[in-house]
Nanobody, 124 residues
């Protein structure tokens, strides 16, 4: 069974920083892409940032220069460092992973997985 466990959300003042973490566990053969999405009240879920196995990153325009995504392959963990936070960043943040599952040298499944979500609130 695969799990994505997030941590690091909370309440922060405008201009502040938070660091989100997401650790993957289970019969993971390889992690292809990991990333973060967010959903604000009344809005659709939105891609925030992704990082590939080759460490290629992608960001939504509104967070470029403020957020940094990184990963630790040994720990199967992805991080989102969020600086200069704005009230518009308030949302539930969801971890995402494109995983290949398998044992030894055999892959038996590839699919998308989601974390349970962590609330980020930016308010004075």
């Amino acid at each position: 069974q695969v799990q994505l466990v997030e941590s690091g959300g909370g309440l922060v003042q405008p201009g502040g920083s938070l660091r989100l973490s997401c650790a993957a566990s289970g019969d993971i053969f390889s992690i292809n892409v990991m990333g973060w999405y967010r959903q604000a009240p009344g809005k659709d879920r939105q891609l925030v940032a992704t990082i590939t196995r080759a460490d290629t990153t992608n960001y939504v325009d509104s967070v470029k220069g403020r957020f940094t995504i990184s990963r630790d392959n040994a720990k199967k963990t992805v991080y989102l460092q969020m600086d200069s936070l704005e009230p518009e960043d308030t949302a539930v943040y969801y971890c995402y992973a494109d995983l290949s599952l398998g044992y030894g040298s055999s892959i038996y499944y590839r699919g998308d997985y989601w974390g349970q979500g962590t609330q980020v609130t930016v308010s004075s």
